[in-house]
């Protein structure tokens, strides 16, 4: 067995899971609930699986799974890991469970259609972050939108619809013209190699002529641009979180937002590298106003989700700024920011979500001194927030750290690839982290501290078990990733080795002959000239 | 009804088996008006079904509606005959009558409930339009004779290879594709689209939205692929393929842009396919290229087809008991009290939106990657567009969804009972579905 198998599966049982909940009895809903945890935990449990499989030591593709879909258009349904999708998918699987198990005191109302559509995100979540055929992609990128579209429209507060309808079309707009890039490369590709795939390891060989490549490069960019969300196309992200019921915003925070940078490491960058090369600079740029403009706009907000929000903007410019720094330290680290963004943003929705089951507002002006009511909240809260302001010893520290290092360093890549000024740029980065750690403090004194002059926050209840069992398990993630970072690092290492070696050869190398229509011409795969490496590694 | 359904699925299953049999053969009928192949038999079958889920929409439609004719389903079944003959067409003459056949007979369909005034002033819109489409297209026809000196679509194309620039075949093309305009409803010649959807019985307006078009479609592929380009003559030599290009382009944007203020479902639906219409164009156009009787890019007439019939029968469902229920607001909280009517009328909107996985987006992808194949990528900026109206079009059919899942229950609909219009909204949802995720069956078919 080589355990090419689990990664279908890996999709196929949290489908499974959302069809046995919707014909599920109706009635309280906790049927419902104990069949979404337990899939959702089976599918962990898998994913784990996956991780026994896999061999941290090598750079390439593992546990490829290839089979034909779509024949008569030369589409398969090809899937597989490397040590830098493994991750996310851990993430992805272990956010659900934990996220199911703590929205039973937030969703109370069809129970049964909200565990459905977690399910089904969690499949378009885990498909995306394992496809290997840019159209399997797409069609998992887009399934993404409709249950997350759902659970801000039905279970979201006030200006829901509003919310619901602007994430949608902005994703939307996005991912529509990459879509137009990925007919683009899969046309271009039959007409040249006369074979019609979508393949992205056949694609990646297909030289592309420059102003091809930064067309293209520009499509996926903006579609991903949108995702991370990157300044100036953020401004879905504030009313989607707001609106979002408190599941739908970790998921979103937790997950979602990190098919943005997923999407440039796998997709965008080794498609097109030159065209990357040519619009780095402007990528980085708006990275880093991002990380100052989001910390700036996040110290002004009077509701508690919105500052949180905020960070999120300025937390992933972080991840974008350290991938697009292309050093081995910058890449790692911007994997690793997302992993840690992950669990802190989580947690942080999560904690807000507390508060705000027991209280029915967000603002500010409503809290403080709540640590005398809430002491064991409070402490893990502080946790939470520490690693997400990126405080030595948890997680966030070795993300933004990493990437900061990583971008000042970034200046001898080869060929014509450099993003301006990594000096310049890794300082300002900096002030993001002394502005994060003042407004994510400025949240929680605001909150835990002071006088408990509020009289309704007299009664305010501490954590209930399963609260508690949440925020530890967060907790022991977040220290732990941030005291022994190591083996994550290491097992990603040999991946971004092999996509920083990639890009390299493809910023490097000329463009390709201006081949893209007429006459077919046999495609020279780019990986024979360095012989052992694949293109993307697969099938090592 | 029950005989309705029962002839056209006979017709369906016939013609499906005489399309497995017929390979890439081709048999010529009747000194070559009719022609038998794979693409005939295909639209047939595709007439047939939609004959039947019509059918099986109205019966209920009628009873709760007051406008109970046996006479709708005999004349459903003739227009279907026009259909049918539309797809076996091989001369400029089959396709006048096939045209004419399917035309009358739903100009009848129409008009049926007599007493409603918007059903009237309905069908006298689309009949007037429809018989001065006629006129151009006869007129058309006519240039193309005296250019050819046949009507003969197979030896049509041979004689014009010869001559390919003639001011009267220009002429005589650009004729007939203002006629097909008329009928598939593309701008600048849709105007009466909207109010005969809207004033049509709902049935009715699945069978014009969805059959109708097919065959005008179906029609053009043979006018079109065999007699005036396809395998035999370049891209745009006839003259024909920039006013499609334009046609489609307007037909596309002009479509959503109506139809994103529409609060009325029918009206909404019937501006969608005025937009859908123009992404079928594309489909022709590309066709100039490509050989036609390739017709995988067809999938999308078919996903379109079966995503609007199952679309209609929703709304015919919905309006079953007591009042039409036409209005958006009319839908709201619709999730709650009928689960699986919202859920299939979610699909159909998914799938006309052109979201994954559902037929409508396998069909888009079809459609812009034979145009995008087009030499020179000549047709670049139309797909361009073409993905970015699906980026519009986006926002009303979420609009029908947004009412149906997040807005309070404001006109309660009652119980509902109507098993045959349950059972072909069930099948047309599963359907699509289906032709999303497994596409590979139905293109190859």
């Not at chain 1, 680290?333 to 802190?344: D, E, K, N, R």
């Not at chain 1, 709540?370 to 690693?387: D, E, H, R």
């Not at chain 1, 290092?405 to 900096?430: C, D, K």
């Not at chain 2, 250019?147 to 010869?162: D, K, P, S, W, Y």
Request: net charge positive; charged share 10%.
């Amino acid at each position: 067995m080589d355990g090419s198998f689990l990664l279908p599966l890996l999709i196929g049982l949290p489908v499974v899971g959302a069809l046995l909940v919707m014909v599920s009895p109706k009635g309280e809903g906790g049927l419902a609930r104990m069949l979404g945890l337990s899939f959702s935990l089976i599918t962990f449990l898998v994913s784990l699986g996956v991780f026994a499989y896999f061999r941290a030591n090598l750079g390439g593709m593992q546990l490829v799974f290839d089979t034909v879909w779509v024949s008569s258009l030369g589409i398969h349904f090809k899937t597989g890991i490397d040590g830098i999708s493994l991750w996310l998918l851990i993430l992805t699987t272990f956010m659900t469970p934990l996220t199911l198990f703590a929205a039973k005191g937030s969703i109370d109302k069809h129970v049964r259609e909200f565990v459905a559509a977690m399910l089904l995100l969690e499949a378009g979540m885990i498909g995306s972050f394992v496809a290997l055929d840019l159209f399997v992609f797409y069609v998992f990128y887009e399934i993404m939108l409709v249950p997350m579209y759902l659970l801000i429209g039905i279970w979201g507060g006030q200006r829901r619809i509003y919310a619901s309808i602007k994430f949608f079309v902005f994703t939307m707009v996005g991912s529509l013209l990459m879509l137009a890039a990925i007919i683009f490369l899969y046309v271009t590709h039959g007409q040249v190699t006369g074979t019609y795939t979508s393949d992205l390891e056949a694609l990646s060989n297909l030289i592309l002529p420059h102003q091809a490549q930064v067309w293209c490069f520009a499509a996926f960019a903006l579609a991903f641009a949108i995702k991370i969300p990157l300044f100036p196309v953020h401004t879905w992200l504030p009313d989607a979180h707001v609106e979002a019921p408190t599941p739908g915003s970790v998921i979103l925070a937790g997950v979602m937002l990190k098919f943005g940078i997923y999407g440039f490491l796998r997709f965008a960058m080794p498609l097109f590298p030159a065209g990357a090369a040519e619009l780095a600079p402007y990528i980085a740029v708006l990275a880093v106003i991002g990380i100052v403009y989001g910390a700036l706009v996040a110290f002004s907000q009077d509701d508690v989700k919105k500052i949180v929000a905020y960070s999120s903007v300025s937390h992933l410019g972080f991840c974008a700024l350290g991938l697009f720094a292309m050093t081995l330290t910058g890449i790692q680290g911007s994997i690793f920011a997302m992993l840690s963004h992950g669990l802190t943003t989580g947690g942080l929705f999560l904690g807000i979500g507390v508060l705000y089951e027991r209280r029915h507002t967000r603002r500010l002006a409503e809290y403080g001194g709540i640590w005398k009511q809430m002491p064991i909240f409070a402490g893990l809260y502080l946790i939470v927030t520490m690693g997400s302001a990126g405080l030595p010893a948890t997680s966030g520290f070795i993300g933004e750290f990493l990437t900061i290092f990583g971008t000042f360093t970034a200046s001898n890549f080869p060929g014509n690839y450099s993003i301006p000024n990594p000096m310049l740029l890794g300082a300002f980065a900096a002030t993001g982290v002394i502005l994060g750690a003042i407004y994510l403090l400025y949240m929680f004194q605001k909150v835990f501290f002071g006088k408990l002059d509020v009289a309704k926050n007299g009664g305010l209840k501490d954590l209930n078990g399963r609260e508690l069992a949440v925020f530890v398990i967060l907790c022991v993630g977040i220290i732990g990733m941030g005291v022994a970072p190591h083996r994550i690092l290491k097992s990603m290492e040999p991946s971004v080795q092999t996509f920083v070696r990639n890009f390299g050869r493809g910023v490097s190398e000329p463009d390709g002959p201006a081949r893209l229509y007429g006459t077919p011409v046999p495609s020279q795969p780019r990986a024979a000239k360095t012989a052992p490496v694949a293109q993307l590694g697969v099938g090592q | 009804m029950g005989l309705t359904v029962a002839s056209a699925l006979v017709v369906a299953v016939t013609a499906l088996v005489h399309y497995n049999n017929i390979g890439d053969r081709e048999v010529v009928l009747f000194n070559g008006m009719l022609v038998a192949d794979k693409l005939g038999y295909l639209f047939s079958a595709l007439a047939a079904f939609a004959v039947a889920i019509v059918a099986l929409i109205a019966g209920p439609h009628q009873r709760t509606h007051a406008w109970e004719n046996g006479e709708f389903f005999g004349i459903l079944l003739l227009s279907s005959t026009g259909i049918i003959m539309l797809a076996h067409a091989g001369d400029l003459m089959t396709i006048f009558l096939g045209i004419e056949t399917l035309s009358i007979a739903v100009y009848v369909l129409t008009a049926l409930r007599k007493k409603s005034a918007r059903g009237n002033e309905a069908a006298m819109k689309y009949f007037l339009m429809g018989a001065f489409a006629t006129g151009i297209l006869v007129y058309g026809m006519a240039l193309l004779y005296g250019a050819a000196g046949t009507t003969n679509l197979a030896a049509m194309a041979e004689r014009l290879v010869a001559t390919p620039n003639l001011p009267l075949t220009v002429a005589g093309a650009f004729l007939v594709v203002i006629a097909f305009g008329f009928k598939i409803a593309a701008v600048p010649f849709h105007m009466w689209a909207p109010d005969a959807y809207e004033g049509a019985p709902t049935p009715v307006t699945a069978f014009m939205a969805a059959a109708v078009k097919a065959a005008a479609v179906v029609a053009m592929i043979r006018v079109f692929g065999t007699a005036l380009g396809g395998e035999v003559l370049p891209f745009g030599t006839l003259g024909w393929a920039s006013p499609l290009v334009i046609m489609a382009a307007l037909t596309m944007t002009a479509g959503n842009l109506a139809a994103l203020k529409q609060n009325n479902i029918k009206r909404l639906l019937a501006y969608s396919s005025i937009s859908h219409a123009g992404v079928i164009l594309v489909g022709v156009t590309a066709m100039a290229w490509a050989r036609p009787r390739r017709f995988r890019r067809w999938f999308y007439v078919m996903a379109y087809g079966l995503t609007t019939l199952g679309a209609f029968a929703v709304v015919a469902y919905i309006g079953s008991k007591d009042r039409e229920r036409l209005l958006l607001d009319d839908w709201a909280g619709l999730a709650t009290s009928h689960p699986g009517a919202a859920l299939a009328m979610t699909i159909c909107m998914l799938s006309l939106g052109g979201i994954p996985p559902t037929a409508g987006f396998m069909g888009k992808f079809q459609i812009f990657k034979s145009a995008m194949e087009v030499y020179d990528g000549q047709l670049l900026w139309l797909v361009i567009l073409g993905i970015l109206n699906s980026a519009v079009s986006i926002y009303y059919y979420l609009k029908v969804v947004t009412a149906m899942y997040f807005k309070p229950v404001a006109q309660p609909v009652g119980e509902l009972h109507a098993p045959s219009q349950a059972f072909v909204i069930a099948l047309c949802a599963v359907l699509v579905m289906a032709m999303g995720l497994l596409p590979s069956f139905w293109m190859g078919l």
